[in-house]
């Protein structure tokens, strides 16, 4: 009801209730990090970057070097994943055909998406070029939106200072190798002394992340029971086949299917 629109995970929820809590104890100012992971490449996906520009400046030896201190210090990149983010970002028919393999059930056409993945897939190696689109098109304006609604449903003020422009443009000026050395992402605000040791250095990337598998593994039934009843799920999906596949979905599939139900109704 506040968000107005579907939106892709329940981390939104949590969100909510987040802001909620903050007005119940009296905190109507709140200091957000939105933007931190997009202008200096906090995500693992963004070790691509990191490789290409080790490749281009310092060939095979420095490629592989850059790699292998990626897996040292971040402990969701593994060969297995940064084998699956090279693949993904950089071969986009790849990406759509998995997504028309995993979603069969869906009467949609995918060309909006294809694009999508194919503006990624053209910007992969460029930093610039991949940090204004996330900025602008495919990761901030949602996020930033989600935010807005949800705090001003509780008359919160959050205030983001990641991106003050002047931080936003200096970050964007610095080169990949200022933004990930030595395999550490965000390597600006590691060393910037504000931050204790045991959170500057830490392996583990911790994502405002709700806890999907308890959430939705206790509600699944009921969640596919009410979008099973969706006349608007009922005209974009094959429901006998969603039916057939929901329990094999992806946790936060089920939730985008039953959060555009939910907006239906």
Known sequence: RIQDEPFGSPSICMQYFLMQHSRDVGCKVLLDGQGA????????????????????????????????????????????TTLQ?????????????????????????????????????????????TQVLELFVTSLPALLRYEDRNSMAHSIEARLPFLDYRVVEAALSLPVDQKIYNGWSKYPLRVADI???QIAWRRSKLGFNAP?????????????????????ISSICDNRSLERRWH????RERWRLFSVAMWSD
């Open 85 to 129: 983010c090279l693949l993904a970002t950089l071969l986009s028919p790849l990406r759509t055909s998995r997504l028309i393999l995993r979603l069969p059930f869906l009467k949609l056409p995918i060309t909006p998406t294809r694009m999508l993945y194919k503006d990624i897939s053209s910007a992969a190696i460029d930093c610039k070029r």
């Open 37 to 80: 992971d997009e202008i200096l490449l906090g995500y693992p996906k963004y070790m691509i970057l990191a490789l290409a520009h080790a490749w281009n400046s310092g060939g095979f030896h420095l490629f592989m070097r850059t790699m292998l201190n990626s897996w040292k210090s971040n402990a969701s990149l593994t060969p297995f």
């Open 212 to 232: 999907e598998r308890s959430w939705i593994g206790r509600y699944s039934n009921k969640m596919l029971s009410h979008t099973l009843d969706s006349p608007l």
């Open 195 to 197: 931050l204790p040791d």
């Open 248 to 251: 094999k979905l992806h946790m």
